[in-house]
């Protein structure tokens, strides 16, 4: 079966830190971009961050210096390390691997990801302040 399942979502005070794991089964991220996006109520969907295979990364301006993305080619799996979080980082995060992702904002998370090759089902992340 071909999924993508992430964990690590939690509740945190704001200046705490989450760390999100991205896990394929039944496919790896050979040759794709692999990245988080994430959506707050009332907002639309935004990247936050991915990583190329080759290792470029990208973030979003509002995380640059907070968060890093990482990725362990022998576990299938890439990582979202969060530091310093704010409660505006309140969201539903979602891995997704696609052969390029560049798409920075979309409507809504749940009915674009028809656009990408794999997508997980969302991890909360609650911060509190």
């Known amino acids: 079966q071909v999924s993508l399942s992430e964990s690590g979502g939690g509740s945190v005070q704001a200046g705490g830190s989450l760390r999100l794991s991205c896990t394929a089964s039944g496919f790896t991220f050979t040759d794709s971009d692999v990245g988080w996006y994430r959506q707050a109520p009332g907002n639309k969907c935004e990247l936050v961050s991915r990583i190329r295979n080759g290792g470029s990364e990208f973030y979003a301006d509002s995380m640059k210096g907070r968060f890093t993305i990482s990725q362990d080619s022998a576990k299938n799996t890439v990582y979202l390390q969060m530091h310093s979080l704010k409660p505006d980082d309140t969201a539903v995060y979602y891995c997704?691997?696609?052969?390029?992702?560049?798409?920075?904002?979309?409507?809504?998370?749940?009915?674009?990801?028809?656009?990408?090759?794999?997508w997980g089902q969302g991890t909360q992340v609650t911060v509190s302040s």
């Open positions: 997704t691997a696609h052969e390029r992702l560049s798409l920075l904002r979309f409507s809504d998370c749940d009915s674009g990801s028809w656009r990408f090759s794999h």
